[in-house]
């Protein structure tokens, strides 16, 4: 069974720094591309970062230049560095895997709540 597992999310005072992982249990990891997503109470869900099977990646202009996204296709784990966190960055993140060629696959974790209050 395919699962993507986040961890890492919390509660941090502004300015503050988080760093989110997604565990991917998925056969053939390096040939997906990954995104973070994030969905605040009452807004839709947005994609904050994503990061392609070549190692490129791209960002939401809101988050540029804080937040980074990586991947380490030994361990299938991505990693979403969060740094000057602002308390709009409050959301559930979530993390999904989209299969980059071949037979249509997409996964989708439980999400991880980031809360940046004072």
């Known amino acids: 069974q395919v699962q993507l597992v986040e961890s890492g999310g919390g509660l941090v005072q502004p300015g503050g720094s988080l760093r989110l992982s997604c565990a991917a249990s998925i056969s053939g990891f390096n040939i997906y591309t990954i995104a973070w997503y994030r969905q605040a109470p009452g807004k839709q869900r947005e994609s904050v970062a994503t990061?392609?099977?070549?190692?490129?990646?791209n960002y939401a202009d809101s988050v540029k230049g804080r937040f980074t996204i990586s991947r380490d296709n030994i361990k299938n784990t991505a990693y979403l560095q969060m740094n000057s966190l602002k308390p709009e960055d409050t959301a559930v993140y979530s993390c999904?895997?989209?299969?980059?060629?071949?037979?249509?696959?997409?996964?989708w974790g439980q999400g991880t709540q980031v809360i940046v209050s004072s």
């Open positions: 990061i392609t099977i070549d190692g490129n990646t």
């Open positions: 999904n895997a989209h299969r980059a060629f071949g037979e249509k696959k997409d996964y």
